[in-house]
């Protein structure tokens, strides 16, 4: 009875380019079982959980997407970044702009158009993909300091790169409404999107956790956990890959990375360029939960930093560590809202506790079921059946 | 003519608040290579100390003649050194080995409690408070029709006084000389017989007291005191941050030289060309140093060891 | 076999991952399901109908905005205090449930809809901010339940839907109230802006009053931007010293505003300031010392108006907070008390009924002035401009809204009057849209000793008397009152 760590090794070592390809074939199991989860979530999971806890369930969904991004780059590769909203702010905005704008002009309304994938629902999962690029446009740019600059240092520019992008949005003009659009274009739109109120036109064009309801909505908890699956996979095969490997010998000791002849700006810039590009596509489900509701404020430096509490919490570097941690991360501020008050307080004691008591995180850098606990239960009850 | 000399004078008082926040985090990370982002909590505490000890005594209208803003300074420093050698007790002392992304989620933990207690109505409250009248404002002169008062002649002598017994406490004293083996190689100075934890415990008093300081100092310019979790405690701290790290984290003149030019960035940047974009400026000049100079224009470049 | 080996190896972890996402979704339904049985049903149309009425609010209890969400609540709590004392609604008791928002849009969202969801409220209060009021109002309006907002001015609130209310003016309004007094009365030409480019508050202010006091032939001398909070706006005062305006307009908060009036006076520049609501609370004028002499900003009500409802809520809300009731606080007790009017004459407390409730408030005595809901869902009443003298707000005229003329409302004041069931001073509060609450904010010369009197409405025949025509279309200002005309004895009663 080999170890799963024996058999990993295992294989690892007699990959082949054959093997390599059934890799890939390989890849579209997993993923056509997180889109079951999805479905599953959606359709019978949601509705018995009504509106309130679907809600969560789905701002948890974006949370996992969100801080299992942040975790590419901070977890893996160990460039600390507190500018994780700044990403997840473009790419809301460009994705609200191609929804909202986009919807005005070909449909010449914002509402959602066609039913459950239909061809709004087409617009939306392209307006994600647009998100997703800008920030990771934006994310090459703050990726190249990277090959600069280190630790503390980094952290600070990206931190200005957050509140720069969060005032340059605050600075823009109102929405303009679906009658006065005419034949201004997206890109001459772009810059209205509503300044300091926000970007929230008032037809309820949303990702609803629940669309059974109004029948208005795009079926948000599906598209978060598909999107979710997504992300966790990429997640998973890179920290498996020999890229994947690369960045956590950059995080583990960059100078001897770079002397075992690892190419370091490469591994930290396509870091930084992919963890934006999940951030932006987490920022554009962010901005159609309701309504396409984004505020500048939502996404400043405070989302930034319960971001990486996100990770730190879950273990740098553990995909289910961060899974779990964004889960309970989301729920506990809800369960806690009961205190009015005295919610932050607690909060923030509970942060201060847990990271005294247990600062490799909760996981550290294993996953969930790498935990010795399961092989001494596992053994226990051989034991006991024996 | 007016506009520049305008400019000058409230550069120079804000600037001198954001020096001595900036020193007490340059301080910090000299001696413990973090980023302390409770510090401007405990300039927050500073402040809101200033408006409740010169409320306790009364002086929070009428002004206390010669006496108010010593006594109120002194009070408002001791409180927050003793804060701030207890956070570091009990927050940070226990994380002393772990990553330096531990201390900091801590640090962020401790600021967070700090701004949501002082927010609680039976400490500071959720409301804004008029600032003390600490000292009466007389003009001093005026030059080109720009008014100078004693509060701003005051704020920049008290600001350059504390800059100077600070010079004086790390560079020529045996406890400076401590610090500053501790912050070169703390394994070695515990080796060479210095108590180091005493050692950061007295920086982190020292930081704070500074930090208490700049509160004081900002009542008596700015008449509003905001509250405790108001976000520009928040964005006050982080310019004076990015004035120490401008100034090369760790160097204690770079702090004050990297305040003044920030706070001088930001108020001739909303003179002549945006008052939009002040922020902006700010970090986008922060962005520019770090690329062209990674450790701050007077820091030392760090050679990493393998 | 390698290849399956390798899909097999893809599935163990993916149901790792499962197993997790499980675990997750175990711990949110187990919440679920012991939190209510009904939460399944989803929509908010299943209140009991026994029992409490639940009443909602949401609000900024922590964070940025938590003053103003703070005071707000405080208003509401009284409210409901005084309705449970009084018998509450309907003889049931209203319970208050109020959630924070920790000052975030999105977090709005979700506290809406678990208010509604969840909690199974009747009825929605809140927000301040109209950023997170937006995002709350989308919530209440689709799952069909009444929201209330005491303090969002910002237009697109109630352009949500028919369920979102308001029982404060809007930005348009009070920007044109600013305007039209700085025209018509003070006769300047050449007005400053300062805003707060961060507030929506007050960028909407800012904008409407321009555009607004442009069509009224002034011109814009200075528009100047400052980001919240920061307390150095030197610059920018210079800029509009050398452009050389009359008056400054500041549509900001009093934390602000006291602050740059003082740097303002140092720098030498005397102009008056003017400001709106948002000015409104008891430490602007600490904040700001004698630099704001002279200054006027327009507001709801004043704490220091004669008439006996704001008396009596000034007292109790002094006696329960220790503190005295800023503008946010009034406007969350009049939101609350015209919610439970609503309730009162609505035939069942069911979303459609009560909205529609709701919507035909009309004259409503509110302690910030009488509340009519419009067709738009806003509130309908005239803003007061009070001057500061001698560290006092003064009042110093009131401006009605467009096409509202105050002879109408003297009417329709004395009409309901009489109807009003508390007495003598729901009376003079109907009664003060003709002017009454005109006079006696406080120090006000001969006004002050006008004694117990609210010196409120002199009746139909004085209303008519001084409106300047009905139909303008345009707002009607109107004269103070003089002492003679008053009628001291009707309010005393």
Not at chain 2, 26 to 48: E, K, M, P
Not at chain 3, 214 to 223: K, Q
Request: hydrophobic share 50%; glycine share 14%; with cysteine.
């Amino acid at each position: 009875m080999r170890t799963l760590a024996e058999r990993v090794a295992a294989a690892a070592a007699e990959r082949t380019v054959g093997q390599r390809l059934g890799a890939a074939f390989g890849a579209a199991w997993p993923l056509a079982i997180g889109i079951a989860i999805a479905v599953v979530l959606q359709t019978a999971v949601a509705p018995a959980l009504g509106d309130y806890h679907a809600r969560v369930l789905l701002d948890a969904g974006i949370a996992i997407l969100v801080a299992s991004s942040l975790n590419i780059v901070n977890g893996f590769a160990g460039q600390f970044s507190i500018g994780h909203a700044g990403f997840m702010l473009l790419g809301g905005y460009a994705a609200a702009v191609v929804t909202y704008y986009g919807s005005i002009k070909l449909w010449g309304s914002p509402l959602v158009h066609g039913g459950f994938l239909g061809s709004g629902d087409w617009l939306f999962l392209g307006a994600c993909v647009i998100g997703g690029l800008v920030a990771a446009v934006a994310g090459l740019v703050v990726g190249l300091p990277s090959l600069r600059l280190r630790g503390d240092y980094l952290a600070i520019v990206t931190l200005g790169f957050g509140e720069i992008c969060r005032v340059v949005v605050q600075l823009s003009a109102d929405v303009v409404p679906a009658a006065e659009v005419g034949d201004r274009s997206i890109v001459e739109l772009a810059n209205n999107v509503g300044g300091a109120l926000g970007f929230s036109p008032p037809p309820p064009t949303y990702v609803s956790p629940t669309p059974w309801l109004g029948g208005t909505g795009h079926a948000g908890i599906f598209f978060v956990f598909a999107l979710v699956a997504v992300v966790l996979i990429v997640a998973h095969r890179l920290k498996r890959s020999s890229g994947g490997r690369a960045l956590l010998a950059v995080r583990e000791n960059e100078i001897a990375a770079e002397a075992m002849g690892i190419d370091t700006s490469r591994a930290k810039v396509v870091a930084f360029v992919l963890a934006a590009f999940f951030a932006g596509i987490g920022g554009a489900l962010y901005a159609h939960e309701f309504g396409v509701t984004l505020g500048p404020k939502d996404l400043g430096f405070q989302k930034s930093i319960d971001l990486v509490i996100i990770v730190v919490l879950g273990g740098m570097g553990s995909i289910s560590g961060v899974v779990l941690s964004a889960t309970i991360l989301t729920i506990l501020p809800e369960l806690f809202r009961e205190f009015a008050q005295y919610r932050m307080p607690i909060y923030a004691l509970a942060l201060i506790v847990v990271m005294i008591l247990r600062p490799q995180g909760l996981l550290g850098v294993k996953e969930l079921w790498e935990l010795s606990i399961w092989g001494r239960l596992w053994r226990r009850l051989r034991g006991r059946s024996a | 003519m007016t506009t520049l000399l305008q400019t000058l004078v409230s550069a120079l008082s804000l600037g001198s608040v954001y020096a001595l926040i900036a020193l007490g985090y340059t301080l910090v990370y000299g001696v413990l290579r973090f980023i302390n982002f409770a510090h401007s909590d405990v300039f927050t505490l500073g402040a809101w100390s200033a408006v409740s000890v010169a409320g306790a005594i009364g002086w929070s209208v009428t002004g206390g003649g010669h006496f108010a803003l010593p006594v109120v300074l002194a009070a408002s420093m001791a409180i927050c050194a003793v804060v701030g050698v207890t956070i570091e007790a009990l927050a940070y002392r226990p994380l002393r080995r772990a990553p330096r992304l531990n201390v900091l989620i801590t640090a962020i933990g401790v600021s967070l409690l700090m701004q949501n207690v002082g927010q609680l109505r039976w400490a500071f409250g959720p409301t804004p408070t008029a600032s003390p009248r600490l000292m009466t404002d007389h003009t001093v002169t005026t030059l080109a029709g720009v008014r100078i008062g004693t509060v701003d002649v005051a704020i920049v002598e008290l600001a350059v006084m504390l800059m100077l017994c600070l010079e004086v406490l790390v560079y020529r004293t045996r406890l400076g000389r401590a610090m500053r083996a501790v912050s070169f190689d703390e394994r070695t100075a515990s080796l060479m017989g210095i108590n180091v934890n005493r050692v950061v415990s007295i920086t982190f008093a020292i930081g704070s007291a500074l930090a208490a300081a700049a509160g004081v100092i900002y009542t008596m310019k700015y008449p509003t005191v905001g509250q405790p979790a108001d976000a520009t405690w928040i964005l006050l701290g982080l310019k004076a941050f990015i004035a120490a790290v401008v100034g090369g984290i760790g160097n204690v003149r770079g702090a004050v030289a990297g305040a003044m030019m920030i706070a001088g960035l930001e108020k001739f940047g909303a003179a002549y060309v945006s008052s939009r974009m002040e922020n902006v400026y700010v970090f986008a000049v922060l962005i520019l140093v770090l690329l062209l100079r990674p450790s701050g224009l007077f820091g030392r470049a760090v050679v990493e060891k393998v | 076999m390698s290849r399956t080996a390798v899909n097999l190896r893809g599935w163990g972890r993916r149901a790792g991952l499962v197993g997790l996402l499980a675990v997750a979704l175990g711990a949110t339904a187990c919440k679920g399901m012991s939190g209510e049985k009904e939460g399944a049903a989803g929509s908010g149309g299943a209140a009991p109908s026994t029992g409490p009425i639940k009443v909602g609010h949401y609000a900024s209890l922590t964070g940025n905005e938590a003053t103003f969400g703070v005071s707000t609540d405080n208003g509401i709590r009284l409210a409901v205090e005084e309705r449970n004392a009084a018998g509450g609604v309907k003889g049931r008791k209203i319970e208050l449930k109020t959630l924070d928002t920790a000052s975030q849009a999105a977090q709005g969202g979700t506290v809406v809809t678990r208010l509604i969801s969840q909690d199974k409220v009747v009825a929605v209060l809140g927000e301040v901010a109209s950023s997170i009021s937006l995002a709350g109002g989308q919530v209440a309006q689709q799952l069909g339940v009444p929201m209330i907002s005491p303090s969002s001015t910002n237009l697109k609130v109630t352009a949500i839907g028919d369920k979102i209310f308001r029982v404060c003016f809007t930005d348009d309004f009070q920007a044109y109230v600013i305007a039209k007094f700085l025209r018509d009365d003070l006769k300047l030409d050449r007005v400053a802006i300062l805003h707060d480019q961060q507030q929506a508050y007050s960028k909407g202010l800012a904008d409407d009053f321009r555009k607004i006091f442009v069509e009224l032939g002034g011109t814009i001398a200075g528009d100047q931007t400052y980001t919240g909070g920061n307390p150095d706006v030197s610059a920018q005062l210079q800029t509009i010293k050398s452009a050389g305006a009359q008056a400054v307009f500041l549509p900001g908060y009093y934390t602000d505003a006291g602050n740059y009036m003082q740097q303002a006076k140092k720098m030498g520049l005397t102009v008056p300031f003017l400001g709106g609501d948002g000015w409104d609370s008891a430490e602007l004028i600490k904040i700001a010392g004698d630099a704001i002499e002279g200054s006027y900003y327009s507001n709801h009500y004043s704490h220091q108006d004669e008439r006996p409802e704001v008396q009596k809520f000034v007292a109790t809300y002094k006696a329960k907070f220790g503190a005295v009731p800023d503008g946010l606080a009034a406007l969350g007790y009049d939101a609350a008390r015209v919610l439970f009017d609503a309730m009162e004459r609505a035939p069942s407390l069911g979303g459609a009924d009560l909205a529609a409730a709701i919507a035909a408030t009309k004259d409503f005595p509110g302690v910030t002035g009488a509340i009519t809901i419009d067709g738009n869902r806003n509130a309908q009443k005239k803003a007061v401009i009070l001057q500061v003298k001698d560290g006092v707000p003064t009042y110093v005229t009131s401006i009605w809204p467009k096409g509202m003329a105050p002879a109408d409302d003297a009417a329709a004041g004395s009409g309901d009057g009489s109807a009003a069931a508390a007495g003598s001073a729901d009376g003079s509060a109907a009664a003060a849209p003709a002017d009454g609450s005109a006079a006696p904010l406080g120090l006000q010369g001969g006004l002050g000793g006008g004694g117990d009197g609210t010196g409120a409405g002199d009746g139909e025949g004085g209303g008519m008397g001084r409106g300047k025509g009905t139909g303008m279309g345009k707002a009607d200002r109107k004269a103070e009152p003089l002492p003679t005309k008053m009628d001291p004895d009707d309010g005393g009663e």
